[in-house]
Every structure is written in structure tokens, then in C-alpha cells.
């Protein structure tokens, strides 16, 4: 069993903390590499469902999407219903066809502010993406190339706001940190010391308690 399929058991032995589901976030910095762990984390818990946080902004609202996320998502699965929310598209500048997302027994919300203050009590887990600023911004002005120049210029900018006043590292349960293969999970800023751990790190495997 590899680190992921751990994590997945893991993640699986929560209490449910919205409605039935397991609302398990995945934050970090723009280029973090959040994308890539939530569908690493949908494919070893069966193709969970992933919510992207990019559905839910706009150019207009980078971070001014929480009742947007209560109202589509939250709220019906808090319910046990299915959540229908429409993606935005950054192409086009506006909203798409609505597009369902089930009250699965984990449900991953990926995105820069996904641990913030507005949506953990809705969480069952944070996980945080443990790079940096500067290394995240520099991967991410790489893979999206010069002619996204502007945007990231203007992007960091209100993320760099946006964690000032808003911060989610401080509150995360657990710290990824990419490795060449696979990752470390490593214990939050949030937990206690002594306190048990779903998913912890010890001696370079992740073990389950």
C-alpha cells in the first residue's frame, strides 16, 4: 500500500462533517501542486469526487466566492442532497451549464483559500501543500506560459492579501510535501502535541493510528 492509498484509508475513517460526506480540503499556494494531489486522492479513493475552486471564482471575484460555495455546494450536501454548481469559464468570462457534484463518502475542495475560516467548520480534514510562495508562483508562472504574464502578476497579489488576512496553513492537520515519488504527510501547525493523528509521518512512510 502506497503513501496515497494510506492517506485514502485515512481519510475514509473521519466522521462525516458535512451532512454524510467527508469535506476534506486541499490548500496551498497558486502552483503548489494542489490539482495534482486531489486527483491523485479521487483515484485512490475510488474517483471521489473533486470541486475546484477556479468553478467558483471569477476574473472579478478571485476570492469572493464563499457564498457562491455555501449556497451550490455546502448547504445541499450539509442536507445529504446532491450539489449542482456552475463552473465558471475563464475563456468565455462567465458561468457554464450546472454540473453535479454527490454527497460521496469523501468529497475533496481543492483551491487556494479552501482551509479558509468560512468553510472549516465544514471540514473533515485540511491538508496544505508545503511549498513556498515564491517556488509555487514560479511553477505555476511556468506551466501557464508568458502570455498569462499579466494575470499572475495581479494573481499574487490578492493571494498574497488573501492569506494575510485570511490564513489557512495555521489551521491545516496535515502538511504535504511533494517528494519524487510520491509525498511526506506531515502532523499541521493545528495539531496538539500528544494528540492522535489520522495520518501522521514517521521514519519515511506514513502510518494510520
Not at 494531489?37 to 475552486?53: C, F, K, Q, T, Y
Not at 472549516?120 to 506560459?145: I, N, Q
Request: with cysteine.
Amino acid at each position: 500500500m502506497n503513501d496515497l492509498d494510506r492517506a485514502a484509508h485515512a481519510l475514509l475513517r473521519l466522521p462525516p462533517s458535512c451532512g454524510p460526506v467527508r469535506l476534506v480540503a486541499v490548500d496551498g499556494h497558486a502552483g503548489s501542486g494542489k490539482s495534482t494531489l486531489a486527483a491523485r486522492l479521487s483515484a485512490a479513493l475510488g474517483d471521489a469526487p473533486v470541486l475546484h475552486l477556479d468553478d467558483l471564482a471569477t476574473h472579478e471575484e478571485l476570492f469572493a466566492w464563499t457564498e457562491r460555495l455555501r449556497q451550490q455546494v455546502l448547504e445541499p450536501l450539509s442536507r445529504g442532497g446532491t450539489a449542482f454548481y456552475r463552473p465558471y469559464d475563464w475563456h468565455l468570462r462567465s458561468f457554464g451549464e450546472a454540473r453535479a457534484l454527490p454527497p460521496a463518502p469523501v468529497v475533496l475542495v481543492e483551491g487556494v483559500g479552501a482551509g479558509r475560516q468560512a468553510v472549516r467548520p465544514f471540514l473533515a480534514w485540511l491538508l496544505w501543500m508545503e511549498r513556498t510562495a515564491e517556488d509555487s508562483w514560479v511553477r505555476g508562472r511556468h506551466r501557464d506560459g508568458p502570455e498569462q504574464a499579466a494575470f499572475w502578476d495581479g494573481w499574487t497579489l490578492a493571494e498574497t492579501r488573501h492569506f494575510s488576512e485570511d490564513p489557512s496553513r495555521a489551521f491545516a492537520d496535515t502538511l504535504v510535501r511533494e517528494r519524487p515519488e510520491g509525498y511526506d504527510w506531515l502532523p499541521g501547525p493545528s495539531v496538539t502535541a500528544g494528540a492522535d493523528q489520522i495520518i501522521t509521518h514517521s521514519d519515511g512512510s506514513m502510518s494510520v493510528n
